[in-house]
């Protein structure tokens, strides 16, 4: 176990029951989730590929885009 980890047990042990629960609810929702988008990303055909980057070829060519640096005032 990591001492980033053993640290943050620590702090939870510090908590009533249902903050325990509710952040480890949230902890093994976020940990789901990201085992069903690794399933998916790794599961995109190369043809799927193909086509996003065709639809965003698209709208970049019609300027339905927005540049990063005004979408977050860089």
């Known amino acids: 176990m990591t001492q980033l980890l053993e640290q943050a047990i620590t702090q939870l042990k510090n908590l009533s ?3 325990q629960n509710a952040i480890a609810s949230r902890l093994l929702a976020e940990m789901a989730d990201d085992v069903r988008w690794q ?3 790794a599961s995109t055909t190369n043809h799927q590929w193909d086509c996003i980057a065709e639809i965003v070829r698209q709208e970049i060519a019609i300027s339905d885009v927005t540049p990063l640096a005004e979408a977050f005032d860089l």
């Open 39 to 41: 399933s998916q990303f």
């Open 17 to 19: 029951d249902d903050e």
